[in-house]
């Protein structure tokens, strides 16, 4: 049986824990301290990042987040929030402006002060003014070699890739400056309650352009059109997204997820190569 992680002193004394979800190369806690608080405790490993990027979020945006309590390499203790609403149209709407919120917070060049985590698995982030070139070096060809080292990817598909990625810059025009992303937005990590978002999780961030934020809430079914109608009151979606551009970025979480479960999702990145090679 699993023994909850040891809290420190500072944060108070444990009265009951309860594991209640596992990602995917950690374990999630609930903590009820003495004097009613409660808390979330996330068992892993490469924590301290996580524990930076939420930081960078509360410090640099109003997106709501976890207050973060306690962070090293293998341990975090942060805020509970409390969730398990549905993201009906009124949560989307809400989303839709937190998120706009979030990418009007501008930077001068694209990636990030620090290499960041997708998941379990390394994102770097070396800072560039070119935005079809980070996104092609360090997104999209990145991922797709190590997908083929680890033997995800068969030689045909990564040839396909290469020439894919020589047809960027007529696939992607001009893109839009260098906005702060969450940069994992699908449903497991957006907390909604009572009508309402309560909290964004498990962080990804960099500066990019934020069409690939907005294409990833799609990838899985997050958001439709009533977060795109309102985002697009807020800040106007460049024609050509929903068409070309949203597959595009795509591409990179589906490679994130072949490392991860192969499967289906290499089919996912055939097919959409496919449409453009």
Do not use: C
């Not at 002193?9 to 950690?26: K, L, M, S």
């Not at 917070?105 to 698995?121: Q, S």
């Not at 949203?246 to 591409?251: P, S």
Request: hydrophobic share 45%.
């Amino acid at each position: 049986m699993s023994v909850h992680p040891a809290i420190p002193e500072h944060i108070g004394q444990v009265v009951a824990a309860r594991r209640f979800a596992d990602g995917n190369t950690a374990e999630l806690w609930l903590i009820d301290l003495a004097g009613g608080r409660r808390v979330v405790a996330k068992r892993g490993k490469g924590l301290m990042l996580e524990g930076a990027m939420l930081r960078h979020l509360a410090d640099h945006s109003r997106l709501p987040v976890p207050e973060l309590f306690h962070a090293d390499d293998s341990l975090l203790v942060m805020s509970w929030i409390e969730g398990g609403g549905g993201l009906n149209a009124p949560v989307q709407e809400h989303a839709a402006e937190l998120v706009a919120g979030l990418h009007d917070v501008g930077a001068e060049r694209y990636g990030f002060a620090f290499d960041t985590l997708i998941g379990p698995l390394h994102q770097p982030n070396p800072e560039s003014k070119d935005w079809i070139e980070f996104f092609r070096d360090h997104r999209l060809m990145h991922m797709a070699r190590l997908a083929l080292k680890e033997k995800r990817l068969d030689g045909g598909l990564m040839g396909s890739i290469e020439r894919l990625a020589e047809l960027l810059p007529n696939l992607i025009g001009e893109p839009a400056p260098p906005s702060l992303i969450h940069g994992d937005l699908w449903g497991g990590n957006i907390l909604a309650h009572r009508g309402r978002i309560a909290g964004f999780i498990d962080p990804a961030v960099y500066h990019a352009d934020p069409e690939i934020e907005l294409a990833f809430s799609t990838l899985f079914g997050t958001f439709g059109e009533p977060f795109f109608r309102r985002y697009a009151e807020l800040r106007p979606i460049r024609p050509g997204f929903f068409e070309v551009r949203r597959d595009i970025y795509n591409l990179y979480p589906l490679l994130v997820h072949v490392r991860l479960f192969g499967g289906s999702y290499r089919g996912q990145v055939a097919g959409i190569v496919s449409r453009f090679v």
